[in-house]
């Protein structure tokens, strides 16, 4: 169709390039999946426990597969072309284990499983001789550990010790139950 006397190339599907030209670009590399890695993949795009980041790598791998480039791939996943080719790029090189999240920076854990353990059994099986429940600073001198460090395990846990779960009964041995 002519704009201003001028006619345009005839644009098909072929991936957004001119009929008749060359493709340009590096070409990508062959991605092909085993049967096994194929399941994987689809178990990892659809299973509602997967975190949304390793899904759309899964659905950028399958797709891939399907004979897609990067930027068709892109566009069916929207998301930008730039992470369909690290996804690739990391798939083909380290297949299923280049998806997984690689290590975040940040400041090692101070306080080990072990203690963090101890605090919620200490919480929940036992009392201190001179209370009736654990408080924070109670905990904390036993456990070692800050009174803020406890409070965090605790919310954590949804643990709230100065609340009573069990009902208690009366030690009134009177016999009237009626509280007057």
């Given at each position: 169709?002519?704009?201003?006397?001028?006619?345009?190339?005839?644009?098909?599907?072929?991936?957004?390039?001119?009929?008749?030209?060359?493709?340009?670009?590096?070409?990508?590399a062959e991605l092909t999946l085993s049967d096994d890695e194929r399941a994987t993949l689809q178990r990892w795009a659809?299973?509602?426990?997967?975190?949304?980041?390793?899904?759309?790598?899964?659905?950028?791998?399958?797709?891939?597969?399907?004979?897609?480039?990067?930027?068709?791939?892109?566009?069916?996943?929207?998301?930008?072309?730039?992470?369909?080719?690290?996804?690739?790029?990391?798939?083909?090189?380290?297949?299923?284990?280049?998806?997984?999240?690689?290590?975040?920076?940040?400041?090692?854990?101070?306080?080990?499983?072990?203690?963090?353990?101890?605090?919620?059994?200490?919480?929940?099986?036992?009392?201190?001789?001179?209370?009736?429940?654990?408080?924070?600073?109670?905990?904390?001198?036993?456990?070692?550990?800050?009174?803020?460090?406890?409070?965090?395990?605790?919310?954590?846990?949804?643990?709230?010790?100065?609340?009573?779960?069990?009902?208690?009964?009366?030690?009134?041995?009177?016999?009237?139950?009626?509280?007057?």
């Amino acid at each position: 169709m002519p704009i201003y006397g001028m006619a345009l190339p005839d644009i098909h599907a072929d991936h957004g390039m001119l009929t008749g030209m060359a493709r340009t670009g590096r070409p990508k590399a062959e991605l092909t999946l085993s049967d096994d890695e194929r399941a994987t993949l689809q178990r990892w795009a659809r299973r509602a426990k997967s975190s949304q980041a390793l899904a759309l790598r899964a659905n950028i791998i399958l797709t891939c597969a399907q004979g897609h480039d990067n930027k068709e791939t892109a566009a069916l996943l929207r998301c930008h072309q730039v992470t369909v080719g690290k996804w690739r790029k990391r798939f083909i090189h380290m297949r299923l284990d280049g998806l997984a999240d690689e290590p975040r920076p940040g400041r090692v854990p101070t306080i080990t499983d072990e203690q963090v353990e101890k605090v919620i059994v200490d919480t929940l099986e036992e009392t201190p001789d001179d209370a009736t429940h654990w408080s924070r600073a109670s905990m904390a001198k036993r456990s070692g550990l800050s009174r803020s460090t406890v409070g965090r395990i605790w919310k954590a846990f949804h643990l709230k010790p100065h609340l009573a779960d069990t009902f208690k009964l009366s030690s009134d041995t009177s016999g009237d139950n009626t509280g007057g």
